[in-house]
C-alpha cells in the first residue's frame, strides 16, 4: 500500500486517480478523460498537518467527521 497518496474518483468518467499527497493544490486532471479533479469538493476545509501536540485540538475535539491519514517516515 503507498502511504503517500490518496485515491480520487474522477466525477466524470469514474476513474481512480491516486494523487500523491503533496499535490492537494494546483491542476490536478483525470488521467483518462482529462476533467480537472477539484479536491475542494472531497475536502471542502482543506487539509490539515497534526502533530503529537495538536491532535488533540484538532481532531479529537472537533465537531464533526474527521478524516484521518496517518503516515510515517519508515
Ligand atoms: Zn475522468
Known sequence: MDY???IVRCPQCG?????PNKRTTGN??????KSQLDL????????????????????IR???PVLVDFTAPW
Open 28 to 33: 490536478i486532471v483525470c488521467g483518462k478523460c
Open 15 to 19: 476513474t481512480k486517480n491516486r494523487v
Open 62 to 64: 472537533f465537531n464533526g
Open 40 to 59: 475542494t469538493l472531497l475536502f471542502p476545509h482543506g487539509f490539515l498537518r497534526v502533530n503529537d501536540s495538536s491532535f488533540y485540538d484538532e481532531v
Open 4 to 6: 503517500g497518496s490518496f
